[in-house]
């Protein structure tokens, strides 16, 4: 169903690390999508590209995450210092011209 | 309040029943995804909706702008349908979707 390819699947760190996950979006998707999903199921929303420039972020994400879209390599998700709160499975999507989303299996982050 | 309301938020089904889950949207929604989630949190794409319906097999959803809201049909359940629904609300351009909270659905023999 879905091309969107994510790395790694599970991620272990230590508070106070660098994490970093990676995504591949659809081949010709030019909008790519990170969600957090918490334990709770909720979605947050955390930013999104087109191409190589952020259309959206929240105030989270540009103050303790670092993200990027460059083109032809991966786009990438890091957060600068890991919190327990992080904790979390990030989700990555990617939408092409039909408006739709596909999600990548995601990446599940356990900060201890 | 929550913008995208989902209902029920469990449900528990006999193999080969039917159901009905629903979303109540307190936003302008334009664009409505369906998703089933696994365990493992892995999401498949169900439906994407404009106002109107579609029909996947045993699968059926509808999406009316003007009320508000979107429901998603299974019928004659199986278990491969067990997992959580979640439906994403979108008020359309680069606006980024709402998602409810999700219904999680066990189908058992």
């Known amino acids: 169903n879905s091309k969107v390819i994510q790395t790694p699947r599970y991620l272990v760190k230590g508070q106070g690390q660098k994490a970093k996950m990676r995504c591949i979006p659809e081949?010709?998707?030019?909008?790519v999508f990170w969600y957090q999903q918490n334990k709770n199921n909720e979605f947050k929303f955390l930013i999104n590209?087109?191409?190589?420039?952020?259309?959206?972020q929240i105030d989270m994400t540009e103050k303790r995450f670092s993200a990027e879209c460059p083109s032809n390599s991966p786009c990438s998700l890091e957060i600068q210092s890991s919190e327990a709160g992080d904790s979390a499975l990030y989700l990555c999507a990617s939408r092409g011209d039909r408006d739709t989303q596909y999600f990548g299996p995601g990446t599940r982050l356990l900060v201890l | 309040g929550d913008k995208v309301k989902q209902s029920p938020s469990a449900l528990s089904l006999q193999e080969g029943t039917n159901s009905a889950l629903r979303c109540n949207f307190s936003?302008?929604?334009?664009?409505v995804q369906w998703f089933l989630q696994n365990p493992r949190g892995s999401l498949m794409n169900l439906f994407y909706l404009v106002p109107g319906t579609k029909e996947n097999g045993r699968l059926k959803s509808a999406f009316d702008s003007k009320e508000s809201y979107s429901t998603l049909h299974i019928r004659d359940a199986q278990l491969e349908d067990s997992g959580t629904y979640f439906c994403a609300a979108r008020p359309g351009g680069n606006y980024k979707p709402t998602f409810g909270k999700g219904t999680s659905l066990v189908v058992h023999p």
């Open positions: 936003i302008a929604a334009t664009t």
């Open positions: 590209f087109q191409n190589q420039e952020v259309l959206q």
């Open positions: 081949k010709g998707h030019p909008v």
